[in-house]
């Protein structure tokens, strides 16, 4: 099983930055594919981003169209800990963010474990 939990949301004006972490329990955190979805109220859950690690090919990233170029998704192996710095927000970006985590060993593409939610308002 793996516990994760997110922090970092809160209030912020258009134009500003939050960093929000993920932290994860369980000791195959490297084997993991990362994510951050985000929920706005009224809307379904969306993709925001996702990182990918291995030892051959280091860390690869993917993003959403809308969050490209403001968006920075990261991970410290060592920590346990994924990352998603957003710079540039807009109001839109309003919603609940989820972290999420899959076993990339497994070949999967669904997400196993997600995490509570942080908020993040934006305000204009």
């Known amino acids: 099983q793996v516990q994760l939990v997110e922090s970092g949301g809160g209030l912020v004006q258009a134009g500003g930055s939050l960093r929000l972490s993920c932290a994860a329990s369980?000791?195959?955190?490297?084997?993991?594919?990362m994510a951050w979805f985000r929920q706005a109220p009224g809307k379904e859950r969306e993709f925001v981003a996702r990182?990918?690690?291995?030892?051959?090919?280091?860390?690869?990233?993917y993003y959403e169209d809308s969050v490209k170029g403001r968006f920075t998704i990261a991970r410290d192996n060592a920590k346990n800990t994924a990352y998603l710095q957003m710079t540039s927000l807009k109001p839109e970006d309003t919603a609940v963010y989820y972290c999420a985590a899959r076993d990339r060993r497994t070949g999967s593409n669904e997400y196993d474990y997600w995490g509570q939610g942080t908020q993040v308002t934006v305000s204009s």
């Open positions: 369980g000791r195959t955190f490297s084997s993991y594919t």
């Open positions: 990182i990918t690690w291995s030892s051959s090919f280091g860390s690869f990233a």
